[in-house]
T-cell receptor, first 114, second 114 residues
Framework: SAVISQKPSRDICQRGTSLTIQCQVD?????MFWYRQQPGQSLTLIAT?????????ESGFVIDKFPISRPNLTFSTLTVSNMSPEDSSIYLC???????????FGSGTRLTVV | AQTVTQSQPEMSVQEAETVTLSCTYD???????LFWYKQPPSRQMILVIR??????QNATENRFSVNFQKAAKSFSLKISDSQLGDAAMYFC???????????FGKGTRLHILP
């Protein structure tokens, strides 16, 4: 299965600022997914990122707050904009490698907004 | 819309014993995939086991096995010979065959007692 490198692993940010999270995959994948995991909670899908088109956002998530780039088939970024303490979460990227393999996840970015 | 329910927020099991984690799901679809993911304190999401809905035979992976009851929409995970390294958060997940999004349950935190 794919290997994903996600950066940064953690960060502490001031409210009102933005943070860009990067995911690099060791092979080409069609779709990449971005999830948020709030403290003690399950994973919630933020958006699906396809190469060459705009990301598709889930209900409750908007592009202005979580802009996503997908410049090629191995890389994607998620930006958390104008952060508030409520954005403190773990953010994970994920790729699918065919229906039989479930999904592979990055190691996550633990974001704390102060 | 599909939903995944894990009714046990926490469970404990003695080392070397067997434990079963429960999961139910709701869907109107006939073709889908079910997964159990493990998230240890490192927060890395690890695929434990997967089941294709069209397969009647329950999936097994070493000490991990599932009891898949399609009519009852139940998908429980059995861990045999529990080990200290099994301590983690376990998420049940559903994926439709029509799209690539995974829906997660709220998770069950498993404690292993030495």
């Amino acid at each position: 299965s794919a290997v994903i490198s996600q950066k940064p692993s953690r960060d502490i940010c001031q409210r009102g600022t933005s943070l860009t999270i990067q995911c690099q995959v060791d092979s080409q994948v069609t779709m990449m997914f971005w999830y948020r995991q709030q403290p003690g909670q399950s994973l919630t899908l933020i958006a699906t990122a396809n190469q060459g088109s705009e990301a598709t956002y889930e209900s409750g998530f908007v592009i202005d707050k979580f802009p996503i780039s997908r410049p090629n088939l191995t890389f994607s970024t998620l930006t958390v904009s104008n952060m508030s303490p409520e954005d403190s979460s773990i953010y994970l990227c994920s790729v699918g490698r065919g229906l039989d393999y479930g999904y592979t996840f990055g190691s996550g970015t633990r974001l704390t907004v102060v | 819309a599909q939903t995944v329910t894990q009714s046990q927020p926490e469970m404990s099991v003695q080392e070397a014993e067997t434990v079963t984690l429960s999961c139910t799901y709701d869907t109107s679809e006939s073709d889908y995939y079910l997964f159990w993911y493990k998230q240890p304190p490192s927060r890395q999401m690890i695929l434990v086991i997967r089941q294709e809905a069209y397969k009647q035979q329950n999936a097994t992976e070493n000490r991990f096995s599932v009891n898949f009851q399609k009519a009852a929409k139940s998908f429980s995970l059995k861990i045999s010979d529990s080990q200290l390294g099994d301590a983690a958060m376990y998420f049940c997940a559903y994926r439709s065959a029509r799209d690539d999004k995974i829906i997660f349950g709220k998770g069950t935190r498993l404690h292993i007692l030495p």
